[in-house]
């Protein structure tokens, strides 16, 4: 799909985890419920292409967060690189909000089902995308999503985005609120180096700080960072596993 990336639609894999796999072209509307150029060419090329892109993806994602709205569907962007616990947090969160209100995921990954089926083990509906060489969601894919997971009016879908700081900040996908995830296994210092991506948060959480006596991570200056890029944005140190700060998670999801 994007030329800077390596991205390509042709790979991706939308599939129902307790279904079939679902690969054809979704271009309607969905109701829920149910010779050698000049050196310097390519250059400029590739940036009107990656305009292009983004333009036509913007205004998938405005009518997709238009119907959802319409249906009281509230999409969550859950963000985040590599290992920070986004999985093993929306596994709790599920189980958490069991009974309160219907949550749906929608789980973004290269390869494989792994992450969907811890999903599904809750009991909890779940839709897996492949993205093949992509590194991130964009509003096609998640339409396709949410057509094959048919979320009911007033639902709640977490959106686990590919695990990757910079091109998922990129590309709207008609989501509600972007929640960034970090852990103190990571460096402090992630805020400064992929500003683009926390500058696009609603919500950062701070995984694992019950790990924060065996490791060296300063909280301050992560979250000093982070403000320096977002002044308003809303912090919570939280551990997916203990349960700290948990609460103040499930009651920041009720105000949307």
Request: glycine share 8%; with cysteine.
């Given at each position: 799909m994007c030329?800077t ?6 790979t991706t ?7 079939h796999?679902?690969?054809h072209?979704h271009?309607h509307d969905?109701g829920y419920?149910?010779?050698h150029?000049?050196?310097?060419e ?6 009107l292409?990656e305009?292009d892109i983004?333009a036509?993806n913007?205004?998938?994602?405005a ?8 249906h009281?569907i ?12 986004k999985t ?5 969160t599920v189980?958490?909000?069991?009974g309160?209100r ?5 789980e973004?990954?290269?390869?494989t089902w792994l ?8 009991g909890?509906?779940?839709v897996q ?12 894919m998640?339409?396709?999503g949410?057509?094959e997971?048919?979320?009911?009016d007033g ?5 686990e985005?590919?695990g990757?700081?910079?091109c998922p900040a990129?590309?709207?996908?008609g989501?509600a ?6 852990s103190?296994t ?5 805020p400064?180096k992929?500003p683009?991506?926390?500058?696009t948060a609603?919500l950062v959480?701070l995984?694992?700080?019950?790990l924060l006596p065996?490791?060296d991570?300063?909280v301050d200056l992560c979250f000093?960072?982070?403000r ?5 944005v809303e912090?919570l140190?939280v ?5 700290d ?8 999801l009720?105000e949307?």
């Amino acid at each position: 799909m994007c030329s800077t990336c390596g991205c390509s639609d042709a790979t991706t894999r939308v599939s129902l985890v307790d279904g079939h796999e679902h690969e054809h072209e979704h271009g309607h509307d969905h109701g829920y419920g149910h010779g050698h150029p000049h050196e310097h060419e390519p250059q400029t090329r590739t940036v009107l292409l990656e305009q292009d892109i983004l333009a036509k993806n913007d205004v998938l994602a405005a009518s997709t967060r238009h119907r959802l709205a319409e249906h009281a569907i509230t999409a969550i962007n859950l963000m985040s690189s590599p290992g920070s616990g986004k999985t093993t947090l929306l596994e709790r969160t599920v189980r958490d909000l069991a009974g309160q209100r219907e949550a749906l995921v929608i789980e973004g990954d290269q390869e494989t089902w792994l992450d969907a089926e811890r999903i599904r083990s809750t009991g909890t509906r779940v839709v897996q995308i492949n993205t093949g060489a992509g590194c991130h969601l964009d509003a096609e894919m998640l339409d396709r999503g949410l057509a094959e997971l048919a979320p009911p009016d007033g639902s709640l879908v977490f959106v686990e985005n590919v695990g990757n700081l910079v091109c998922p900040a990129l590309f709207d996908l008609g989501e509600a609120a972007r929640v960034v995830i970090i852990s103190v296994t990571e460096g402090a210092d992630k805020p400064a180096k992929y500003p683009y991506m926390f500058r696009t948060a609603d919500l950062v959480l701070l995984n694992k700080v019950d790990l924060l006596p065996y490791v060296d991570f300063d909280v301050d200056l992560c979250f000093d960072l982070i403000r320096r890029l977002k002044p308003d944005v809303e912090l919570l140190p939280v551990s997916a596993t203990r349960g700290d700060g948990l609460d103040a998670w499930h009651s920041w999801l009720a105000e949307r």
